[in-house]
């Protein structure tokens, strides 16, 4: 059996129905107080084992004002896979579709308040079985109250942010410890020798002398105060006479592998003691397998318990506590109980740590919608994995490599490295009131992004893209700009809008989808479209890409971070020199001519056009831009390029499309930003 689904409507932070889906594991994130911890305490009121954690309070009604009563439900859907022939405990339960689909099990807890007049109101809450199909109205004769005995068979470990372990560590009552502490089949064997053990240990101590002033003192006080000869006589013993009560006090001790010394829980630090906690409930769900194993093959059980049919482990920022480096075990063993057969884990989480371990398509976003202030649900988008296992590979893994963005106000979609360094440094110098550290800058290629804005808009994260516009390289220029509108057009954008012309008529189908073969010298036109897509959020890096951009402002601070032998070089009359180092003999040579000509070819590469649209300096630039970012490291560059250039020199000089993705960035941060 395993949780399918969850419904919760009008609970704490849910104002409408909204469902949320689970796998083995899953993840729980987004922004602090959208609701996260209160899906947790929705499954913990249908099944946590702990009788205050069920009850229903004013509180977790959706707070709507003035009104004088409200209602809530949550719903548990669980898949099973009992077959046919076999009788399970909740068979008369039982949902089942249609005919040859595996049978589902839907639980709902419905609760009404009223405002009587006292502080709390007057609460009523009930837990049935649902018997309709989930696709039909259901009625009270679809209801069938549910007995706790029989809900017990699943059950909520819930393990809240502020935890202390101790409390399921040791052996106190109620713990799954003392449960199958209890649940132990001693032989009689044991159970005599372990009785004689505590006499031998209570004869031993009762001739001490101070136990003997302790034990007189009670037995003379109490003397005095007693009438009843059943309890005439005050004895101070250290354990009972039977192995059930003398093991209640015990609990788990550590040594060294030299076994000098102990060391109890509470000596543990909280990270090693929360470790130790998720690896005691994996250690107790083994017995539990074990104990139905012995059961199914005939064998006498070792411990005398009916294990749950399922058991949930949700889990409060696991992160909390735990070293970084630890992180990845803490996940490692959460991994390990969701695959077991009994159990499954819900955690919710703020840790990039703990969320690149995750898989895209486990994790729930949940965001606060503004206008309801109520609790959203999203499942993160992926390119269909059978139609596009290319772009679904690359977008998995890349989302995996950026969890940030899950957490982020805004999200800047480049190209690549060079893009996450140059715009967190300008952002970092000119942001004014933009709080870098609420911008994730996301390098994920500009050949899948249509897929990441599908993902973004779902997960309703404000998204700004700066793309190489790669003029006169295959795919470039015209090609880039008709890629953007068609995306624009992809995502639900008014076509009509997007393609409308100068003279305002509407750009033909036919027209548009020839985009990509206009004249790319017609770079006054190709401007007025990019300046267009600007209004919608994306930018070009103009003409080339953003390494050629800073290469044009600031090449001297470029060339300055090379040592003496550093550089391209030039081989004129079988010399080879540095290019920097020449001087009126290097414009005049043949040899000058050629290598610009071999490095716009390298720069435009194979299939590309021959740099007529690019003026003679930035085609003598590109010599520098092979060199550079071709043949060199992109991030390393700009790197010791930034750590050598005066901060006021660089922001005075910050690009033109930089300027301008800081102010957009700026008005979607502070609300002030129009439907485009």
């Known amino acids: 059996m395993k949780l399918q689904k969850l419904k919760i409507c009008n609970f704490r932070s849910f104002k409408n129905e909204e469902i949320f889906e689970f796998d083995e594991l899953n993840g729980l994130i987004g922004a602090n107080s959208t609701g996260k911890s209160s899906a947790l305490l929705a499954l913990c009121k249908l099944f946590s084992e702990n009788s205050s954690e069920r009850t229903i309070s004013k509180k977790d009604f959706f707070q709507v004002e003035p009104e004088k009563n409200r209602y809530l439900y949550i719903e548990a859907v669980l898949q099973t896979n009992i077959g046919p022939t076999e009788t399970p405990l909740f068979f008369e339960h039982y949902v089942v579709d249609n005919q040859g689909e595996s049978p589902y099990l839907r639980i709902r807890l419905e609760a009404t308040w009223e405002d009587d007049g006292t502080i709390e109101g007057a609460i009523d809450s009930r837990i049935y079985f649902i018997t309709c199909p989930e696709d039909e109205e259901i009625h009270e004769a679809n209801k069938m109250s549910a007995n706790r005995n029989v809900l ?103 040594s060294s592998q030299e076994g000098e010394g102990y060391s109890s829980i509470d000596d543990m630090g909280d ?295 550093e550089g391209p070089r030039l081989k004129i009359d079988g010399e080879s020199k540095p290019i920097k180092e020449l001087g009126d003999e290097l414009f005049e040579s043949k040899e000058y001519n050629s290598r610009i000509k071999d490095s716009v070819h390298a720069t435009l590469k194979k299939e590309g056009g021959k740099g007529d649209t690019y003026t003679d300096i930035q085609q003598k630039l590109m010599i520098w831009y092979n060199y550079f970012f071709l043949g060199r490291g992109k991030p390393t560059t700009h790197i010791s390029m930034f750590a050598n250039i005066d901060e006021e020199k660089l922001k005075k000089s910050t690009p033109e499309v930089i300027k301008k993705i800081i102010t957009k960035a700026n008005h979607i941060l502070t609300g002030d930003v129009q439907d485009e």
């Open 271 to 565: 990270g090693h003691r929360s470790l130790f906690y998720i690896s005691i409930i994996e250690s107790f769900l083994d017995i539990e397998e074990k104990i139905n194993t012995e059961e199914s093959e005939g064998y006498k059980k070792s411990i005398d318990l009916s294990p749950p049919l399922l058991t949930i482990l949700a889990v409060e920022e696991p992160e909390n506590h735990i070293a970084p480096h630890l992180l990845g075990k803490l996940l490692l063993k959460l991994r390990n109980v969701s695959k077991k057969e009994n159990a499954q884990v819900v955690l919710t989480s703020h840790s990039s740590a703990i969320i690149k371990r995750i898989s895209p398509n486990e994790i729930r976003y949940l965001r606060l919608d503004v206008e309801s202030q109520s609790t959203k649900v999203k499942s993160i988008s992926l390119p269909e994995e059978e139609i596009y296992a290319d772009e679904y590979k690359f977008v998995k893994e890349a989302v995996t490599a950026y969890p940030e963005l899950y957490f982020s106000k805004l999200v800047i979609l480049g190209e690549g490295d060079s893009e996450e360094l140059i715009l967190s440094k300008f952002f970092e110098i000119n942001g004014g009131n933009v709080d870098i550290s609420e911008i994730s800058v996301v390098p994920l290629g500009g050949r899948f992004v249509n897929h990441f804005w599908r993902l973004l808009a779902d997960l309703e994260i404000p998204y700004i893209t700066l793309l190489d516009l790669d003029r006169e390289r295959s795919g470039g220029g015209w090609g880039r700009i008709k890629y953007a509108l068609t995306q624009l057009i992809a995502r639900g954008y008014n076509r009509d809008e997007i393609l409308q012309l100068a003279d305002g008529n509407v750009m033909s189908e036919e027209t548009f989808l020839r985009m990509h073969n206009w004249d790319v010298a017609n770079i006054k036109c190709m401007e007025s479209w990019i300046t267009r897509l600007e209004n919608y959020g994306i930018f070009f890096s103009s003409p080339l890409d953003i390494d050629f951009l800073m290469l044009e402002i600031f090449e001297d601070s470029y060339k300055y971070i090379l040592s003496e032998n």
């Open 152 to 254: 017990n068979k699943i059950r909520v470990i819930y393990v809240p942010a502020l935890r202390n372990p101790n409390l399921q560590l040791k052996n106190v009552s109620g713990s799954m410890m003392n449960r199958i502490m209890r649940g132990i089949n001693w032989s009689d064997d044991t159970k005599a020798s372990i009785k004689n053990l505590i006499n031998d240990l209570n004869d031993v101590t009762a001739s001490e002398k101070g136990i003997v002033i302790l034990q007189e003192a009670i037995k003379n006080k109490w003397g005095k105060y007693q009438s009843d000869k059943r309890y005439s006589k005050a004895s101070l013993v250290f354990n009972s006479d039977n192995v059930e009560s003398a093991l209640t006090k015990a609990e788990v001790i550590f």
